[in-house]
């Protein structure tokens, strides 16, 4: 947890040096394994919430003296990480997407909205957002501490049990507001970086070539970027496999800066 009494110029010089010099998205995430809040107590007081949080990451408006954690920078959207029962987050997401999209009128700016559901669907905390109230751009799906992880993935078999990215992909398809939503393949980086799922590079690739049959499939998220930093070989290896001649899907990686 990060705790925000002001503004950080070396953080804001990053993340402009990160976005202009390096290509790459930036997504503020919201909540985590350890929040404990419960979310908002009515929808207004979520569209509330949600306006300040535009105020303090989006672009900085005129006259607000609103505090600014990233002084003048902000970040590319918003990605909603929620583990546990959350109350009114739907009219959260959807204020910050009508937000998102005024200033996308506006300015030309492209913005995001991502959720980090668990791979059992429906997910149990993000559900009243993924049921088709909130369009979202990606879901990154957290394929790992779950019966449904990794490791239930059977090779040479188009027909899996366990390992249910065909009902993500369904979900994208038929349920998803947004049609065109990716589908994030989300792995551990490491062996210590989460309790089950991860899998080896070599392990991986068969994994990643399956979940390329699907249309809806946009990358790999890995969890996180200080595990993998440290797991050498893992990132050249994923990239490898998703940028292969073979692959016919575009997408957005943890490896590599693509586009949606």
Known sequence: MVYLTGSDPSLSADIVTCQSSYGKTILLSIGGATYTEGGFSSSSAAVSEANLIWAMFGPKQSGSSTLRPFGNSFVNGFDFDFEATVQNTAPFANQLRTLMNAD???????????????????????NSMLNGAVSFDAVFVQFYNNYCGTQSYVPGTTTQNNFDMSTWDNW??????NKSVKVFLGVPAAPGAAGSGYATPSALAPIIKYCKTFSSFGGVMSWDASQAYANSGFLPAVKSDLTSTSSRI????AVEALNF
């Open 104 to 126: 996308t009128a506006s300015s030309g700016r492209k913005w995001y909205l991502t959720a980090a559901p668990q791979c059992p669907y429906p997910d149990a905390a993000d």
């Open 172 to 177: 994208a398809k038929t349920v998803s507001k």
């Open 250 to 253: 575009k997408g957005r990686t």
